[in-house]
C-alpha cells in the first residue's frame, strides 16, 4: 500500500493510497481510528481500476494534530476539499464510514464539489446517537454487555493508544450482526490503526461525536449519494439514515441484510456489489 503526506493548509494529512485511475476518497470512522481500516475492504476497488485514497483525519492515525481548536468536523469537512484541490483530483467519489459520514455531510453542505456521494453506517442528526444507550441496555449476550458499556463508557477517559486499541477490541461485539461469531477475534487481529487517544476523548466527551443536523443544507446538493446501511447497526441505526432520503434530491439507498455496523467485512459481497453497481452509473 502506498502512503504520502498531503499539506491542506496548516497540517499535512498523512493518505493510504492504492491503486490508480477514478479517485475514491476514504473517510474513517472513529474518531481516533485511521484510513487502514478500509483495507482489505475497499482492494476489490483497486482491481476494478479505482484509486482509493484514505487519509487520516487532522489528529487521527499518522496525520498531525494542529490546533485542537480545529478538530471539528467541518474543519475535517474543509481539509477533504484542500486534499482534492492538492492532489488535483477529478471525478472524485467521497465515500464516509461511521464518524467518516459526518465529514462527508458536511462536506458534501459546505462544498459539494465531489461527483458521488456514499454515506455509510450513517445518521440523518445527532440525537439518533441517544440510540446507543438504547442498544447498550439490551445487547446480548449478557456476558459481554458489560465488558461492551464499558468500552463505551470510557471513550472519553481513554488515556493511551494500548487502553484504546483494547477499547475497540472490547466494543466490537457491538459492531458486528453476530457478537459471538469468528469475525470479531478475526476484525481485532488484523487491526492495523495507529490510535489517538487524546482525538478520541476530544470528540467522545459531548455525546455527539462532532456531528451536525445538516438536513436543510442537504436540500441543495444535487449529487447522486447512496446510502449504504446495516439492517442490525446498533450504532447508526438504518431508520436514521432513511430519514435523509427526504432530504438528497438525487439519493439511493440499500439496507444489507444480516449486518451491523461492519458490512465492508460482515457482508463484502453485498457491500461491493452495491457500491460498484453505483460508481458504475454514476
Same mark, same amino acid.
Given at each position: 500500500?502506498?502512503?504520502?503526506?498531503?499539506?491542506?493548509?496548516?497540517?499535512?494529512?498523512?493518505?493510504?493510497?492504492?491503486?490508480?485511475?477514478?479517485? @475514491?476518497? #476514504? !473517510?474513517? *470512522?472513529?474518531?481516533? &481510528?485511521?484510513?487502514? +481500516?478500509?483495507?482489505?475492504?475497499?482492494?476489490?476497488?483497486?482491481?476494478?481500476?479505482y484509486r482509493v485514497l484514505a487519509p487520516d483525519h487532522r489528529g487521527n492515525g499518522r496525520s498531525d494534530g494542529g490546533d485542537p481548536?480545529?478538530?471539528?468536523?467541518?474543519?475535517?469537512?474543509?481539509? @477533504?476539499? #484542500? !486534499?482534492? *484541490?492538492?492532489?488535483? &483530483?477529478?471525478?472524485? +467519489?467521497?465515500i464516509g464510514w461511521s464518524f467518516g459520514s459526518f465529514v462527508t455531510q458536511s462536506h458534501m453542505a459546505r462544498h459539494g464539489t465531489a461527483s458521488a456521494y456514499v454515506l455509510m453506517g450513517t445518521i440523518a442528526e445527532p440525537g439518533a446517537l441517544a440510540n446507543v444507550e438504547h442498544e447498550?441496555?439490551?445487547?446480548e449476550p449478557e456476558s459481554l454487555s458489560a465488558q461492551v458499556a464499558a468500552s463505551w463508557a470510557n471513550e472519553a477517559t481513554v488515556d493511551t493508544p494500548e487502553e484504546a486499541k483494547q477499547l475497540l477490541a472490547d466494543q466490537m461485539p457491538f459492531h458486528v450482526a453476530d457478537p459471538t461469531g469468528p469475525l470479531v477475534a478475526q476484525l481485532n487481529a488484523a487491526d492495523r490503526v495507529v490510535y489517538r487517544p487524546d482525538v478520541l476523548r476530544h470528540f467522545a466527551a459531548g455525546g455527539e461525536y462532532?456531528?451536525?443536523?445538516?438536513?436543510?443544507?442537504?436540500?441543495?446538493?444535487?449529487?447522486p449519494t447512496l446510502i449504504l446501511s446495516g439492517a442490525n447497526d446498533r450504532t447508526t441505526p438504518a431508520a436514521s439514515a432513511h430519514e435523509l432520503t427526504a432530504f438528497l434530491p438525487q439519493c439511493e439507498e440499500i439496507v444489507i441484510q444480516d449486518c451491523a455496523h461492519m458490512m465492508p467485512y460482515e457482508q463484502p459481497a453485498a457491500f461491493l456489489a452495491a457500491l460498484t453497481a453505483f460508481l458504475e452509473r454514476h
Amino acid at each position: 500500500m502506498g502512503e504520502m503526506r498531503v499539506s491542506v493548509g496548516d497540517i499535512d494529512l498523512y493518505v493510504h493510497e492504492r491503486g490508480a485511475g477514478r479517485p @475514491v476518497v #476514504a !473517510l474513517h *470512522g472513529g474518531p481516533g &481510528l485511521d484510513g487502514s +481500516v478500509w483495507f482489505p475492504g475497499l482492494d476489490p476497488l483497486v482491481d476494478l481500476g479505482y484509486r482509493v485514497l484514505a487519509p487520516d483525519h487532522r489528529g487521527n492515525g499518522r496525520s498531525d494534530g494542529g490546533d485542537p481548536a480545529r478538530w471539528t468536523v467541518p474543519q475535517m469537512a474543509d481539509d @477533504v476539499e #484542500a !486534499l482534492i *484541490g492538492a492532489l488535483s &483530483l477529478e471525478d472524485t +467519489v467521497v465515500i464516509g464510514w461511521s464518524f467518516g459520514s459526518f465529514v462527508t455531510q458536511s462536506h458534501m453542505a459546505r462544498h459539494g464539489t465531489a461527483s458521488a456521494y456514499v454515506l455509510m453506517g450513517t445518521i440523518a442528526e445527532p440525537g439518533a446517537l441517544a440510540n446507543v444507550e438504547h442498544e447498550l441496555a439490551v445487547f446480548e449476550p449478557e456476558s459481554l454487555s458489560a465488558q461492551v458499556a464499558a468500552s463505551w463508557a470510557n471513550e472519553a477517559t481513554v488515556d493511551t493508544p494500548e487502553e484504546a486499541k483494547q477499547l475497540l477490541a472490547d466494543q466490537m461485539p457491538f459492531h458486528v450482526a453476530d457478537p459471538t461469531g469468528p469475525l470479531v477475534a478475526q476484525l481485532n487481529a488484523a487491526d492495523r490503526v495507529v490510535y489517538r487517544p487524546d482525538v478520541l476523548r476530544h470528540f467522545a466527551a459531548g455525546g455527539e461525536y462532532g456531528m451536525l443536523d445538516l438536513r436543510e443544507d442537504l436540500r441543495g446538493v444535487g449529487k447522486p449519494t447512496l446510502i449504504l446501511s446495516g439492517a442490525n447497526d446498533r450504532t447508526t441505526p438504518a431508520a436514521s439514515a432513511h430519514e435523509l432520503t427526504a432530504f438528497l434530491p438525487q439519493c439511493e439507498e440499500i439496507v444489507i441484510q444480516d449486518c451491523a455496523h461492519m458490512m465492508p467485512y460482515e457482508q463484502p459481497a453485498a457491500f461491493l456489489a452495491a457500491l460498484t453497481a453505483f460508481l458504475e452509473r454514476h
